[in-house]
């Protein structure tokens, strides 16, 4: 686990988030908290657990990308789910627990797609053998004898030799990549399984693939005969062999101590699933999805198909507008299990213009760079970015609030005829300044009912 100071966290939070200073700080501390945690005596270190936090603030205002940046630069595994999704069990639709299991896949696939880059070198050697026997078949062996007592013995002669000469003069040749555009026959593993989908209170997703584990076990390997080029048998060689390399085993253990000690699953939309007392409709299972929440977040045991994994110090943000209700709508257990609150501020003019071109991925550097792969530079003059971040100001003070995301809405239409017309401007140098900005938004702006669908 990364052993970032808190303050280190903000500094790498703020070179792609604007503002949220709160929220960040937050996020920050209850990182910093798990890897004290991993310091303490190991007795007192299970009762330990994680402090939940739930981001309330407006859409488009930077809850999820705080999550999503924290997982990457802590390297934690890392799921984002919309508490919307689930339903409470005796419905059709997704169970809770299968957020568990989506984080545990999703770290399985990581740790084994590492494993492999770690052992590529290895595979490729292993595969280039492989190949120099497609391109060049071993001599075969003469007949054994006929009678038991009769002896046979193999006189190793010029003919080895010139089999060896010539393997090492097709592996300088395989080397160079002089061979590539040559065709082999290779057998390769045909993997299309029958898709079954059963419904149960497992949870469909879970049972389809079990049963696909258990016929691919079943059936016997298929294999296809296929003449491929060299360069692309080659590719497939390395990954078989790659994955024969990895141990299985070792992964999966690894997988689930990682989720288990530093797994982060982000909660999106908490608050859809908030109020309501019973009644009809869409309404008659959000207590029930709270209720079926709970023991996830207060820390049981899920049953996986890696095994069993405990979500006692998974950290768990959940985040959500609250425009109709309030987070003490949620059921008393379910929010005590979330003791950190933080709320999030609407973004205004200033932040826009930050948005725009202070991040690592700014609004703005990223149109620069698409359009100068078609060899245009578009230049942003200052008052053209203060215009933009006016505009994406008042349309969401007139219409709805949808925060940075109204940015993205106002640049398309602000860059359409160039983005359209790019591929003919080859050369070009265009000058975007207030004047073109207003030319190009002030008349749909202006129309209310124009904006809405627009904008």
């Known amino acids: 686990m990364s052993n970032l100071k808190p303050s280190e966290i903000v500094k790498e939070l703020d070179k792609y988030i604007i503002g949220q200073h709160k929220a960040k700080r937050s996020v920050a501390i209850a990182l910093r908290n798990r890897w004290r945690r991993q310091q303490v005596p190991e007795e007192l270190r299970d009762e330990i657990a ?35 999704k689930f339903t409470e069990v005796g419905y059709v639709g997704r169970d809770v627990e299968s957020m568990v299991r989506d984080l545990l896949e999703l770290t399985v696939n990581m740790l084994k797609t590492r494993e492999q880059e770690a052992v590529k070198e290895k595979a490729s050697h292993i595969a280039e053998e492989r190949m120099l026997d497609l391109l060049l078949p071993k001599p075969r062996a003469h007949q054994p004898p006929e009678t038991p007592g009769e002896m046979h013995i193999e006189v190793v002669g010029e003919s080895s030799d010139r089999s060896s000469s010539t393997r090492e003069k097709l592996r300088s040749m395989l080397q160079d990549g002089k061979l590539n555009e040559r065709y082999v026959d290779m057998d390769v ?6 898709v079954v989908e059963i419904f149960s209170n497992v949870g469909m997703e879970e049972m389809g693939i079990n049963f696909k584990d258990m016929f691919s076990n079943i ?7 296929r003449k491929l080029k060299v360069s692309e048998a080659m590719k497939i060689l390395v990954q078989e062999e790659a994955q024969n390399l990895v141990d299985m085993d070792k992964v999966v253990s690894e997988a689930i101590e990682k989720v288990e000690q530093s797994g982060i699953i982000f909660l999106d939309e908490i608050d859809k699933i908030a109020g309501g007392n019973g009644g009809h409709g869409p309404d008659v299972s959000r207590e029930g999805v709270q209720r079926d929440l709970l023991p996830i977040v207060e820390g049981s045991t899920v ?12 950290l768990f943000i959940a985040s959500g507008a609250f425009h109709t209700v309030k987070p003490s709508d949620l059921i008393p257990e379910l929010q005590g299990r979330f003791p950190i609150r933080v709320e999030l501020d609407s973004l205004g003019r200033e932040d826009f213009v930050k948005i725009l071109t202070e991040p690592k991925n700014a609004l703005i550097l990223q149109y620069v760079e698409l359009l100068k792969t078609e060899g245009v530079e578009v230049v942003f003059k200052e008052d053209a970015i203060e215009k933009i971040a006016s505009i994406a100001e008042e349309v969401n003070n007139v219409t709805e609030n949808i925060g940075a995301r109204r940015l993205h809405t106002i640049m398309e239409c602000l860059l359409e005829d160039i983005l359209f017309n790019a591929p003919d401007m080859r050369g070009v140098k ?15 702006k202006d129309d209310q009912d124009l904006s809405r669908y627009i904008l």
Do not use: Q, W
């Not at 059936?219 to 005969?225: A, C, E, L």
């Not at 265009?430 to 749909?444: A, M, P, S």
């Open 430 to 444: 265009v000058v975007i300044d207030g004047k073109y900005v207003n030319d190009k938004l002030k008349d749909i």
């Open 50 to 84: 994680p402090k939940n936090i739930i981001l309330i603030g407006p859409t488009g205002v930077g809850k999820t990308e705080i999550a999503r940046r924290l997982s990457r630069l802590t390297d934690s595994p890392f799921t984002k789910v919309e508490a919307s």
């Open 219 to 225: 059936m016997p390997k298929n294999t296809k005969r």
């Open 303 to 314: 049953t996986t198909k890696y095994g069993p994994v405990k979500t006692d110090h998974i």
């Open 189 to 194: 593993a045909d993997r299309s399984l029958p």
